[in-house]
T-cell receptor
Framework: DQQVKQNSPSLSVQEGRISILNCDYT??????FLWYKKYPAEGPTFLIS?????DKNEDGRFTVFLNKSAKHLSLHIVPSQPGDSAVYFC????????????FGSGTQLTVLP | NAGVTQTPKFQVLKTGQSMTLQCAQD?????MYWYRQDPGMGLRLIYY???????DKGEVPNGYNVSRLNKREFSLRLESAAPSQTSVYFC??????????????FGDGTRLSIL
């Protein structure tokens, strides 16, 4: 069973608007959440993370929100730019058997000029 | 800054052939990882090495072996390749395994096709 789920395989957004990418998790042992960005023919690169003791973390145009009670996190990109077009992976790690990163299946974001 | 370097970038094998994928990092990281990425499934952990001299199984270890040659290098071996092992393989490294606040750094992948 998928412990980290990204239910939207793709998302298209107009340049300048907000992009919202969603991620749900099922394992209560997860206590750290990360977003990675991946361009074609390249490896994933770290984008932003959040600890379970916070509910928001911001870095420039990128903000991650965590709702622990709903086991849900989201990545907001404002404003969206064509260079943001990529696959975005949500990942989570925690303690014990959940120590290693577990990835979601990814969301392809396309920012239209 | 090379970061994580994987070789080769592409490879085609026949069923039953063997192959070793190479990975090296120059960030002096303690931990290294091998993942495979298949369509619609994200990245799945094959094996990892928390520190030099140790290796552990991940989510999908069957059909693979690994060697942590030294602190810099971590290789993945397919002893008898099967079509189900057709995938894109990523190597990654981090300062410490299981430390959520220390992101993993990835190589650009090896695209492996097994006929």
């Amino acid at each position: 069973d998928q412990q980290v789920k990204q239910n939207s395989p793709s998302l298209s957004v107009q340049e300048g608007r907000i992009s919202i990418l969603n991620c749900d998790y099922t394992n209560s042992m997860f206590d750290y959440f990360l977003w990675y960005k991946k361009y074609p023919a390249e490896g994933p690169t770290f984008l932003i993370s959040i600890s379970s003791i916070k509910d928001k973390n911001e870095d420039g145009r990128f903000t991650v929100f965590l709702n622990k009670s709903a086991k849900h996190l989201s990545l907001h990109i404002v404003p969206s730019q064509p260079g943001d077009s990529a696959v975005y992976f949500c990942a989570a790690s925690g303690t014990g058997s959940a120590r290693q990163l577990t990835f979601g299946s990814g969301t392809q974001l396309t920012v239209l000029p | 800054n090379a970061g994580v370097t994987q070789t080769p970038k592409f490879q085609v094998l026949k069923t039953g052939q063997s192959m070793t994928l190479q990975c090296a990092q120059d960030m002096n990281h303690n931990s290294m990882y091998w993942y495979r990425q298949d369509p619609g499934m994200g990245l799945r952990l094959i094996y990892y090495s928390a520190s030099e001299g140790t290796t552990d199984k991940g989510e999908v270890p069957n059909g693979y072996n690994v060697s942590r040659l030294n602190k810099r290098e971590f290789s993945l071996r397919l002893e008898s390749a099967a079509p189900s092992q057709t995938s894109v393989y990523f190597c990654a490294s981090s300062e410490m395994a299981g430390a959520g606040d220390q992101p993993q750094h990835f190589g650009d992948g090896t695209r492996l096709s097994i006929l």
